[in-house]
């Protein structure tokens, strides 16, 4: 994770190894440059490229605050990052700085995505199986009545065609196909 401990104007005071080798410019790291400009090399805050700012929030509130940014590297790759932000308070209990940690997410998000793109593929095969099934059963239900219509009129076809035709059995095949 890369740690940071940033003053109230997001300036880097203090940066571990980890957070130069994440950022987008090593030198501002080092610099003690503007957080959003060392880590996402951008010239505008978090809240107005990602989402809301930790570092806001935590000085609004005086608590430990989490939010995930996404935004595009250098690269033109998708990122997502996880940060957790906690104030450092001054004697008069005012937030003077904050402790950040910044652990890079792409990786679980991408999983996550890719989880719900098979979830929906697989309500998906499984609506058709669904439909299979039923029409499978639909097929047979039909079938059914259709093959005795079938026998019944081709039975009252060989009697018609015979030399003693039985009009009493004709009469019942008919009624049974109606």
Not at 36 to 47: D, E, I
Not at 59 to 70: C, D, G, L, Q, R
Not at 83 to 94: C, L, R, T, W, Y
Not at 117 to 130: D, G, I, N, P
Request: proline share 2%.
């Amino acid at each position: 994770d890369a740690i940071l401990v940033v003053d109230r104007e997001q300036s880097i005071v203090l940066a571990n190894r980890a957070a130069r080798d994440m950022a987008a410019r090593q030198d501002l790291v080092l610099d003690c440059a503007k957080c959003f400009q060392a880590l996402r090399g951008s010239n505008a805050p978090c809240s107005e490229d990602c989402g809301e700012c930790a570092l806001d929030r935590v000085i609004a509130s005086k608590a430990p605050a989490t939010v995930t940014h996404a935004y595009t590297d250098d690269h033109g790759e998708q990122v997502a990052v996880e940060i957790h932000a906690a104030p450092i308070f001054d004697e008069a209990g005012e937030v003077i700085q904050m402790i950040e940690a910044r652990r890079d997410v792409t990786a679980r998000v991408r999983a996550e995505q890719r989880a719900r793109a098979q979830q929906v593929e697989l309500a998906h095969v499984s609506r058709l199986s669904t439909m299979g099934e039923m029409a499978s059963g639909l097929a047979h239900e039909l079938n059914q009545p259709l093959c005795a219509i079938l026998s019944l009129t081709q039975a009252c076809q060989r009697l018609l065609q015979s030399d003693g035709v039985d009009m009493a059995e004709v009469d019942d095949a008919m009624s049974e196909v109606s």
